[in-house]
């Protein structure tokens, strides 16, 4: 499995943006599927964006998309997601997720498809 670590999160205002990191670190990281999910008191996981192995493929829930983008480093074991136009209804704990496959061009919005997770970022939303 590897191991992953976000950060970024924070208080913020409605209106304003946020990018999470999160760093991956362990064997073959690049052919993982990497995806964003958050969660709130009460409630499911739920799914934010998604990334393909190659970075040509993304995914985001309808909530987001066209606010968020989900986005893979370069040479570096990275991935983030830019938060724009953030919303009340944004504010959770997001969790970074990182899924082995074989496919290169596959996201998955899931969150049983994905073997390891981060320990999640706060990001709370001031009116």
């Known amino acids: 499995q590897v191991q992953l670590v976000e950060s970024g999160g924070g208080l913020v205002q409605a209106g304003d943006s946020l990018r999470l990191s999160c760093a991956a670190s362990g064997r073959t990281w690049r052919s993982y599927v990497m995806g964003w999910f958050r969660q709130t008191p009460g409630k499911e996981r739920e799914f934010v964006a998604s990334?393909?192995?190659?970075?040509?493929?993304?995914e985001y829930a309808d909530s987001v998309r066209g606010r968020f983008t989900i986005s893979r480093g370069g040479a570096q074991d990275m991935i983030y997601l830019q938060m724009d136009s953030l919303k009340s209804g944004d504010a959770a704990v997001y969790y970074c997720a990182a899924k082995r496959t074989y496919y290169f061009d596959r996201t998955y919005s899931r969150p049983r498809d994905y073997e390891s997770w981060g320990q999640g970022t706060q990001v709370t939303i001031s009116s």
């Open positions: 990334i393909s192995w190659n970075g040509d493929n993304t």
